[in-house]
């Protein structure tokens, strides 16, 4: 059965199944790992012919409600670290309001998708190889030991000021860094059409020191309120959110969080990180080639009454 | 219905004071407005008419029709990508003028042979010629490679269509053909232009318009995202946020049961 839906922002016609099935899938990466699996859908967004402005601003409407549901599975098993992610927050929201400023100028010179493009190579790649190598050795180490990783390092994170209380995280750091990557992530966020979860979790866990049972849930609360805001700007400046696709997305979506969050909390943290890390990679691959090889065309069309 | 609108323009032809010179174009369109719902999925237009005329058909050249449907007209811009830096980037950019956002041609023939140049620069009847690209040449060297990927990227997306031979004409006088919109269709004023030429010179010329609107919910929605975007944005979240919970309390409803 065909059933076709006319978005209305967008103003194309696409599968309606196509799209809940994409949400569900995107939906049960998303609960795995914490993600809120907008780097895979963003570009898949691209790939059904859907304009990538819309792509963005929709697809951060969408990761509100599938971190939603998340973050509610989250809360309920307490592993959201509440302090963390108010900080991570502040700066997530002073990014979003700059990158949507990125977005909106980036816009007007035709360079967007070059630098939506670059940017997804760049990240991706070096997180999901650092991901790949430290879970891997995380593993050898494991099974030659038998005991799990040591997890706290003291690094130059833990010599700066402001410091303050995590005490879901167990930890005592300044909030200098978590501000920093909070920005960091907003910017992503507006930019990429992304929850900006592979940059934070990794951030999280590596230069944070936190651990890894309340990254996820702590990443996704930062996330919802992040996104809506990024929603709001965009549906305010760009008028690129497309209500309809979102819902669908969404409901695919939603179902799919609750049965990834099921899978993950069976998986050990190594197994759950080395499979990011390959998913993270794969996506960056794709990417990474549509940039390098001759496009079959080379022109592009976009609307000319911009300044 | 067809049949009904033959019969319509019948009664058209007989009830229409005779002019007097040579032959004019009589025609309709099986709907004056296309309704964009929540599952469209492209629409056909039917086209048909009749030639109206006092004297005695005229042997030769043979009359050819051609009909156009246009959708509203706007800048684009084109970029090219080249190589730099060993990955694939925009560089050149050109800004054509006004270029149709739906073009078809239907003809009884070839187009280049119903159809002089001079003719059709005066009526911008072929599809390089509906788009007006003046200031492209002042732009870039090689500014038709930018009108031509316009015309081969909007055709890939059955945006343009070239439907040679695609009109039935009969006895000289009746004539009828159909155009497939494609679901991508943008809203606005559609413009049928019907042509009637004999030996490439146009002898008539009829034009009638078509309302392209988004209707219902889908009108709902994008007057709302753009007449009161905040709104919009907070009632996307909030659907967005009951769904995300209600779905997860009905799955977590039926795991326990």
Not at chain 2, 177 to 185: E, G, M, Q
Not at chain 2, 201 to 212: C, G, H, K, N
């Amino acid at each position: 059965m065909v059933m076709q839906i006319y978005l209305p922002i967008a103003e194309i016609s696409v599968n309606a199944f196509l799209l809940l099935g994409l949400g569900g899938l995107v939906g049960i990466l998303s609960g795995m790992f914490g993600v809120g699996g907008g780097f895979l859908m963003t570009p898949l967004l691209f790939f059904i012919g859907i304009p990538p402005a819309v792509a963005v601003a929709t697809e951060a409407n969408q990761i509100v409600a599938s971190s939603f549901s998340g973050v509610l599975a989250h809360v309920k098993r307490r592993t959201v670290d509440f302090r963390m992610g108010t900080v991570l927050l502040i700066g997530g929201l002073v990014g979003a309001a700059l990158g949507v400023q990125l977005f909106n100028t980036l816009k007007s010179v035709g360079q967007v998708d070059l630098l939506v493009k670059l940017s997804y190579v760049i990240f991706l790649g070096i997180i999901g190889g650092l991901m790949f190598f430290e879970s891997l050795r995380a593993i050898r180490r494991s099974r030659v030991t038998g005991g799990a990783a040591k997890r706290r390092k003291h690094n130059w994170v833990h010599n700066l000021p402001f410091k303050m209380k995590f005490r879901t995280s167990g930890l005592y750091i300044s909030v200098i860094p978590p501000l920093i990557i909070g920005v960091f992530v907003g910017v992503l966020a507006a930019i990429m059409g992304v929850g900006g979860g592979f940059i934070m979790v990794p951030a999280m866990i590596y230069l944070l020191g936190m651990p890894t049972k309340v990254v996820v849930g702590t990443s996704l609360f930062q996330i919802i309120f992040v996104t809506a805001f990024t929603t709001l700007l965009h549906a305010t400046t760009n008028f690129t959110v497309d209500m309809p696709l979102a819902v669908l997305l969404l409901i695919g979506g939603v179902v799919g969080a609750q049965i990834g969050t099921r899978i993950g909390t069976r998986l050990k943290a190594e197994q759950l990180r080395i499979l990011l890390a390959i998913m993270v990679l794969a996506v960056c691959a794709k990417l990474a080639f549509d940039l390098l090889l001759q496009p079959s065309e080379l022109y592009s069309l976009g609307p000319g009454g911009g300044e | 219905m067809i049949l009904r609108h033959l019969l319509v323009v019948f009664a058209l032809l007989i009830a229409l004071p005779a002019q007097g010179e040579g032959e004019a174009v009589v025609a309709g369109l099986s709907q004056n407005r296309v309704a964009i719902t929540a599952n469209f999925d492209g629409s056909e237009i039917l086209i048909f008419g009749a030639v109206k005329r006092e004297e005695p058909i005229p042997e030769a050249p043979p009359l050819e029709v051609i009909v156009t449907v246009s959708g509203p007209s706007e800048p684009v811009l084109v970029r090219r990508k080249a190589r730099r830096f060993g990955i694939w980037v925009n560089t050149d950019s050109v800004l054509v003028d006004a270029a149709p956002s739906f073009y078809a041609v239907a003809t009884t023939k070839p187009l280049a042979d119903i159809l002089r140049d001079v003719e059709d620069l005066r009526y911008q009847i072929s599809i390089p010629r509906a788009i007006r690209s003046v200031g492209a040449a002042m732009q870039i060297r090689d500014s038709a490679n930018f009108t031509d990927a316009v015309i081969r990227i909007r055709t890939d997306k059955s945006l343009y269509q070239m439907l040679e031979g695609q009109v039935n004409l009969s006895e000289s006088t009746l004539f009828n053909t159909s155009v497939a919109l494609p679901s991508n269709l943008i809203e606005g004023a559609y413009t049928t232009r019907i042509f009637l030429t004999r030996g490439g010179t146009v002898v008539d010329a009829f034009d009638t318009e078509l309302e392209v609107r988004k209707v219902g919910l889908e009108r709902w929605v994008y007057n709302l995202a753009y007449d009161r975007p905040l709104i919009y944005g907070l009632l996307s979240l909030f659907i967005a946020i009951v769904a995300g919970w209600g779905a997860s309390a009905v799955f977590r409803y039926f795991l326990r049961s």
